[in-house]
């Protein structure tokens, strides 16, 4: 396999073996889920299990413990073989914190993902964005009727006979794009995020519509600002709940800012001074956000932003 580059992004560029083939094999899939090469990760309440808590996160799984004996074979999502072991996603019911800490504890991924190992945090991601996608997809979206797992979870199909309609997982593809104008860049914010944070302009890539056309209408819709020269940086999974983050960098046409569809609270353009500065608040680093801004920033800059950084903490 050729290597990706630039390399990859968080929950992306996984090393863990999808065994794809095997999701239609019952009788292995029941031989495997009881033998000690099986593992578990369990989600609460949308929360993923991880060991070391915020500070030092880590993958947590568990083995034939006592809270999973109520769930079913069907209930158990099959994810792969993961460092020798077969994985499954299985969802903790209760209001109550179903386990005792020496096992983990349950945090909200996007505030632990980057700074877990990239293998687990994305094996972390993929078992979160399965369990919430078959939670939205208990009944048929045809005709009502309950549907029930198979293919190790991957599939959900309507019980009616008179439907039987099969769903499988969904990705939502989302553009999120960098704008330049020579030696700055155009960040937004939306008024929920703290205060003083910037990012890139993102949004969903709607029906009979191309990628390159999603990004121009909404930094259009948003900003008022033209845009051309799209250069395609990288992509990521994002399973919050269910993305597909498309990076782009492309180069502004017209200058003057319209916020025009009210979904940004405020947008304007900054230099690299501003961005080394540190007199906002840009995208946390695991996201697919900041690296566009990092690597427009260290193609002009004399020094990596990330130095700068660094040398402003240490002063």
């Known amino acids: 396999m050729s290597r990706l580059s630039p390399p990859p992004n968080v929950y992306a560029g996984n090393a863990f073996n999808r065994c794809a083939e095997r999701r239609r094999d019952e009788g292995w899939l029941a031989e495997v889920v009881d033998s000690p090469s099986a593992c578990f990760l369990p989600l609460w309440q949308g929360l993923s299990l991880v060991a070391g808590g915020v500070q030092q996160p880590s993958l947590a799984l568990l083995g034939q413990h006592c809270c999973l004996q109520s769930i079913p074979l069907h209930e158990r999502v099959f ?181 025009r569809d009210g979904e940004l609270e405020d947008a304007r353009w900054f230099t690299r001074d501003d961005i080394a500065s540190g007199s906002m608040i840009l995208p946390d680093f695991h996201a697919l956000s900041f690296r566009l801004i990092e690597t427009w920033y260290n193609r002009g800059a004399v020094r990596p932003l990330r130095a700068e950084w660094a040398d402003r903490a240490k002063g």
């Open 79 to 259: 994810l792969g073989e993961f460092r020798g072991k077969y994985c499954f996603a299985v969802e903790l019911q209760g209001a109550t914190f179903p386990l005792d800490s020496k096992y983990g504890e349950f945090h909200e991924l996007r505030n632990v993902g980057g700074q877990m190992d990239r293998d687990e945090a994305g094996l972390l991601g993929y078992a979160r964005a399965l369990l919430l996608w078959r939670n939205k997809h208990r009944y048929c979206g045809r005709c009502g009727a309950v549907t029930r797992s198979i293919h190790a979870g991957h599939t959900l199909k309507c019980t009616s006979t008179d439907c039987g309609l099969s769903h499988f997982p969904r990705l939502d593809p989302a553009i999120i794009v960098l704008i330049t104008a020579g030696e700055r860049v155009l960040l937004g914010r939306q008024a929920q995020w703290p205060t003083g944070r910037y990012s890139t302009i993102a949004g969903y890539v709607e029906w009979a519509e191309s990628i390159e056309e999603a990004v121009i209408r909404e930094v259009q819709e948003e900003t008022g600002v033209l845009v051309d020269e799209l250069e395609y940086h990288s992509s990521q999974p994002w399973p919050f709940p269910s993305s597909l983050m498309l990076g782009f960098i492309a180069r502004a046409v017209t200058l003057d800012i319209t916020r």
